[in-house]
């Protein structure tokens, strides 16, 4: 896949989320979100344990649902869902007894754009219920012509992945661009500084890359949904052919328990992209930044 590709996946996950994909380093974020050293699950035959950090954010059943816009046309519609199938793995061996969230995130233009670029992508990712990392990732990626899959296990013990396109030696808790949008909604920024960047390593097509974010602060935005109040956040880019500059993108995820995207927007070469969230059900918590009329 060449540099261009990689980045539109890139943004397509973090547009999938708040992501939306860039968010926290999943073993050095120490200020914000602590990491209890000796808390957690010893697997069998090994001294390892895994890590064992709180979900407040997100539940089974939840959906949230958003719509893209290209300029001031509606160009695609993307899903992320927890799904209710109450993931158990029986293999790779490492990965015995281990619960996980199954997330699902898709993205598909209207049938009117189709014409112009067609897309149907998925990205399914099985989250570790305890640490909060993901021990399965695939990827099934229609764009135009272009077609893409991928499968991988994550092996935090070893500190290794094995998938479909090689093996990697891996960071801690490397996370996936699906991954990382649910392990990012539990930071907590209550006591981030304006200005702070977090960083974090995301597993895509056997590459590890070393991202980073800043939080900008909070700022009430008017949304498709309503008022909400959010936490403003900016992704570094890669500047290419897609991206102006390394700045060009914001996020705003809810400014409650739920840290659920509320908008994503960025300026590219020929044009800009918003992503706006249109609809949500089965929150686990109650939507406290969403402002009354």
């Not at 960071?171 to 920024?189: C, G, K, V």
């Not at 597993?203 to 109040?229: A, P």
Request: aromatic share 12%; charged share 25%; net charge positive.
């Amino acid at each position: 896949m060449n540099k261009k590709n990689k980045n539109s996946m890139l943004v397509a996950g973090l547009l999938l989320a708040g992501s939306f994909m860039w968010f926290g380093n999943v073993a050095m974020i120490t200020s914000i979100f602590q990491e209890p050293k000796s808390e957690g699950v010893t697997e069998d035959n090994s001294n390892y344990v895994y890590r064992k950090l709180p979900n407040t954010a997100f539940q089974e059943g939840e959906k949230l649902n958003f719509r893209v816009h290209y300029g001031i046309i509606n160009a695609a519609n993307i899903q992320m869902e927890v799904v209710a199938d109450n993931q158990l793995f029986s293999r790779p061996e490492e990965l015995k007894g281990r619960k996980a969230f199954h997330v699902v995130v898709q993205g598909s233009t209207i049938k009117a754009f189709d014409w112009a670029f067609k897309v149907r992508d998925r990205f399914d990712s099985w989250i570790d219920e305890d640490a909060l990392a993901p021990l399965k990732y695939s990827k099934s990626v229609l764009e135009n012509n272009y077609t893409d899959q991928d499968l991988v296990y994550y092996r935090h013990v070893s500190g290794k992945l094995n998938g479909k396109k090689g093996n990697l030696d891996i960071p801690s808790y490397t996370q996936d661009i699906a991954s990382a949008l649910y392990y990012a909604r539990n930071i907590e920024f209550k006591n981030a500084k304006v200005g702070e960047s977090f960083p974090i390593d995301v597993y895509l097509d056997n590459e590890i890359y070393n991202l980073n974010f800043k939080y900008l602060g909070v700022e009430t935005i008017k949304s498709d949904i309503g008022k909400v109040k959010c936490y403003k956040l900016k992704p570094r880019l890669v500047v290419d052919r897609v991206f102006k500059g390394e700045d060009d993108m914001t996020v705003w995820i809810s400014a409650d328990e739920n840290k659920i995207p509320i908008r994503v927007q960025s300026d590219i070469q020929v044009g800009s992209l918003k992503v706006d969230l249109t609809s949500y059900s089965g929150l686990r918590n109650n939507f406290d930044a969403k402002l009354k009329k």
